[in-house]
């Protein structure tokens, strides 16, 4: 097992880590679940260069707002506008990916830490304990 010393600086450094991940959530932007892509693609007319291999690009909004899974062709405005809220979707899941990972090791952390203390606590006193007194019985 580590040293007390080491687990205390472990710990230490992950709680450093949770206030800028408590403001990555509670940032103000919209968020959208999804992902902006570019996808290729056939046309369908004969004598088109797509059916060549030289496939058609467009770039789509992978929408997954709703119960399914939707391809939306965006550009221009809409096209900048959904990028950013799907970066920000993604950076705010990502926050909460380490958050649950630095919580689970911060709780293993605070585990080794009891019972090395405690483990002191039985070296240093545990021949010392006062005898026990038995119910109904007064000094």
């Not at 909460?96 to 990972?101: G, K, S």
């Amino acid at each position: 097992m580590p040293s007390p010393s080491h687990l205390r600086k472990r710990l230490r450094l992950l709680a450093e880590e949770i206030p800028d991940l408590v403001q990555c959530a509670v940032k103000r932007p919209p968020l959208w679940r999804g992902l902006v892509h570019d996808i290729k693609r056939k046309c369908g007319k004969p004598n088109c260069r797509c059916t060549r291999g030289e496939l058609h690009v467009s770039t789509v909004l992978a929408d997954r707002s709703g119960n399914r899974l939707r391809n939306l062709t965006l550009a221009g405005k809409t096209l900048a506008l959904f990028t950013r809220m799907t970066e920000e979707y993604r950076q705010v899941r990502k926050a909460r990916a380490r958050l649950v990972n630095i919580t689970r090791e911060m709780l293993s952390l605070f585990d080794q830490l009891e019972e090395l203390r405690r483990e002191v606590a039985v070296k240093r006193h545990g021949g010392k304990l006062p005898p026990s007194r038995e119910k109904g019985q007064t000094s």
